[in-house]
């Protein structure tokens, strides 16, 4: 079992919330209130998992700018009062943020039992290697 530190057992509650009440506002047609709230405690949470320092590596390395833009960017556009566009803007860059642990992802959903049945099926699985080909952790 993994052991957790205190303040990495927080930062998984604060990223959990976060989570929820970013879905929660899209549930609820974009609640702009719920989605800034979600916004602040994951970016929270975040930081207290890996640690303030490694979350700031994390972002602002050199080709990750883009990415970080998008997403911090997203995260101000929601700030201010404009929750469709700015949680768009949200998704595209933690799409580009974190598109080198998508095959790790796929690999861990492949070894799950029913969903790795359903990710093994031919022409999902053709569409999967192509999809994470090329895509390597940095």
Same mark, same amino acid.
């Given at each position: 079992?993994?052991?957790?530190?205190?303040?990495?057992?927080?930062?998984?509650?604060?990223?959990?919330?976060?989570?929820?009440?970013?879905?929660?506002?899209?549930?609820?047609?974009?609640?702009?209130?719920?989605?800034?709230?979600?916004?602040?405690?994951?970016?929270?949470?975040?930081?207290?998992?890996?640690?303030?320092?490694?979350?700031?590596?994390?972002?602002?390395?050199?080709?990750?700018?883009?990415?970080?833009?998008? +997403?911090? *960017?997203?995260?101000? @556009? !929601?700030?201010?009062?404009?929750?469709? =566009?700015? #949680?768009?803007?949200? &998704?595209?860059?933690?799409?580009?943020? +974190?598109? *080198?642990?998508?095959? @790790? !992802?796929?690999?861990?959903?492949?070894? =799950?039992? #029913?969903?790795?049945? &359903?990710?093994?099926?031919?022409?999902?699985?053709?569409?999967?290697?192509?999809?994470?080909?090329?895509?390597?952790?940095?």
């Amino acid at each position: 079992m993994i052991s957790l530190t205190d303040s990495q057992k927080i930062g998984m509650g604060l990223t959990g919330f976060g989570v929820f009440f970013l879905f929660f506002g899209m549930i609820l047609f974009f609640d702009k209130a719920l989605l800034a709230i979600g916004n602040i405690l994951f970016v929270a949470g975040l930081a207290f998992v890996i640690g303030l320092e490694r979350t700031f590596r994390f972002f602002f390395q050199k080709h990750k700018l883009k990415a970080t833009s998008f +997403f911090l *960017g997203g995260v101000f @556009v !929601v700030l201010i009062g404009w929750p469709i =566009i700015g #949680v768009v803007l949200e &998704i595209y860059g933690f799409f580009l943020l +974190f598109r *080198g642990f998508f095959p @790790v !992802v796929v690999g861990f959903i492949r070894r =799950i039992p #029913v969903l790795g049945s &359903i990710l093994n099926l031919p022409f999902i699985s053709a569409y999967m290697d192509k999809a994470t080909e090329g895509n390597t952790m940095v």
